[in-house]
């Protein structure tokens, strides 16, 4: 399938809604393997799958898929969130990244 798309692709491994969980190795056989393969939705609620001590692993974005992990992802060092909150509470999402985003920029200069 990625090879018939040609715009930049995110996996989405969502094992609670797909009964289907795609292992680390996959994601990072598929995201080494595959150019338009540029980031993973992350909704596991394992951190073991995208360790701290790794931020490489996958050669790939990850973004948080569980709204109730976003700020533990980010500190770890993640892209983002592709949230179901923000279709509800888009302003009250916005605020909680834009303090957590001031709070880095204070720690560490520069950081994203």
């Known amino acids: 399938m990625a090879d018939a798309v040609k715009i ?9 809604r797909t009964g289907v969980n795609i292992q ?3 994601i990072a056989s598929l995201c080494r ?3 338009n393969i540029v980031g993973v939705k992350e909704a596991t609620g394992n ?3 995208c360790p701290a001590d790794e931020p490489d692993r996958w050669n790939c974005d990850v973004y948080s ?3 109730d992990q976003i700020v533990p992802l980010l500190s770890l060092g993640r892209k983002g969130v592709i949230s ?3 279709n509800v509470a888009p302003s009250q ?4 990244l834009l303090l957590f985003c001031r709070r880095c920029e204070k720690r560490a200069p520069g950081c994203s």
């Open 84 to 86: 179901v909150l923000s």
């Open 47 to 49: 951190f073991r799958y």
């Open 65 to 67: 898929g569980n709204d």
């Open 33 to 35: 393997e595959v150019d």
């Open 24 to 26: 680390p190795e996959t």
């Open 93 to 96: 999402l916005m605020n909680l």
């Open 8 to 16: 930049p692709m995110i996996l989405y491994n969502i094992p609670g």
